[in-house]
């Protein structure tokens, strides 16, 4: 409980108030694109397959309709194939891939900064600590033997401190970007995975004789 004591960070200098400030940024984030990632992860097996019976059905307005209510990246991927369903193939790709390169972007924003956070805290605890050692030097230098203890572990505690500060920020900073880092490759593999899929379902949906389509099978 000691650590949580304000009078604890007042001792580790001007130092503290940067880190503080950097990690309470860091903190909001990583609780925003945490939430924000999350939302965008969906049953994708689920939400294929019924786009995909929607177009068996000829419903493509219902079908985008879907994609318009459903949050995420890779509803949006879908929509872009699916607003150029009647174009060749080559368009739908280039559609795909466009559509691809806008969202992640938007999943990348902030994570970054978690990272620049993660580089920057053991420098600022790095400067807290010289300016302390600075102060415990000119202690030593001014008054020598006669130097008051307390004034001299006071310098060297400070020191310690913004050290322990800037390091304990740095770790979390760099475990906080892992983990981003990780949900965000598996938002953009599900993207992917989904953009090839549906390319080649509509490709062979595209190939298939009218007589051999599965509404003629059913009509028949």
């Known amino acids: 409980m000691e650590f949580l004591n304000f009078t604890l960070f007042q001792q580790g200098g001007p130092v503290m108030w940067p880190l503080l400030i950097i990690s309470v940024f860091g903190f909001i984030f990583f609780v925003e694109r945490t939430l924000f990632l ?14 995909q019976n929607l177009l068996r059905k000829g419903r493509l307005a219902e079908a985008l309709a879907v994609c318009e209510e459903t949050p ?3 509803p949006n991927v879908v929509k872009a194939a699916l607003l150029n369903y009647d174009a060749p193939i080559s368009r739908i790709r280039g559609a795909i891939q466009s559509a691809a390169l806008i969202e992640i972007p ?3 924003r902030r994570i970054g900064t978690i990272a620049a956070i993660a580089r920057i805290a053991p420098i600022l605890g790095l400067l807290g600590t010289i300016l302390a050692g600075y102060d415990a030097f000119f202690i030593f230098q001014n ?17 310690l401190l913004t050290t322990i500060a800037g390091l304990a920020i740095a770790a979390m900073a760099h475990l906080a970007h892992h983990f981003l880092h990780g949900r965000l490759r598996a938002v953009v593999h599900d993207m992917e995975s ?27």
């Open 38 to 51: 999350h939302q965008g992860q969906i049953q994708v097996r689920t939400f294929v397959d019924g786009i």
């Open 72 to 74: 995420g990246p890779i």
């Open 106 to 108: 938007i999943l990348e």
């Open 143 to 159: 008054e020598g033997a006669y130097a008051n203890p307390s004034d001299f572990a006071g310098a060297i505690s400070q020191a």
């Open 194 to 220: 989904v953009g090839h899929d549906l390319l080649q379902w509509i490709e062979n949906m595209k190939n298939t004789p009218p007589e051999e389509s599965p509404e003629r099978e059913e009509k028949a």
